[in-house]
């Protein structure tokens, strides 16, 4: 699997950049998101068991919105 650059935060400093990437999946579509680990025992406690190999990130809404703006150059 390889990994495409989309985009990260705009409003980040260098070396702290959420960001968004497209996978080259063929049996489905699927990004990877760079982001902060969720740490806060509170919101751990709202999402509940985080299984083995998984983490819950934080990322901005400006890079949720790179994914719309993926899917429309991708045609999807």
Known sequence: ???RFIGK??????GQSPTLFATDRTDRRTF???????????????VGPVPHGEAIIE???DVLRLYSVDCV???Q
Do not use: N, Y
């Open 1 to 3: 699997m390889r990994a």
């Open 73 to 75: 150059h991708e045609g």
């Open 59 to 61: 990322i901005p809404e």
């Open 32 to 46: 990877i998101a760079q982001g902060w680990v969720v740490t806060d025992a509170e919101v751990l406690a709202d």
């Open 9 to 14: 935060d705009p409003l980040s400093q260098e």
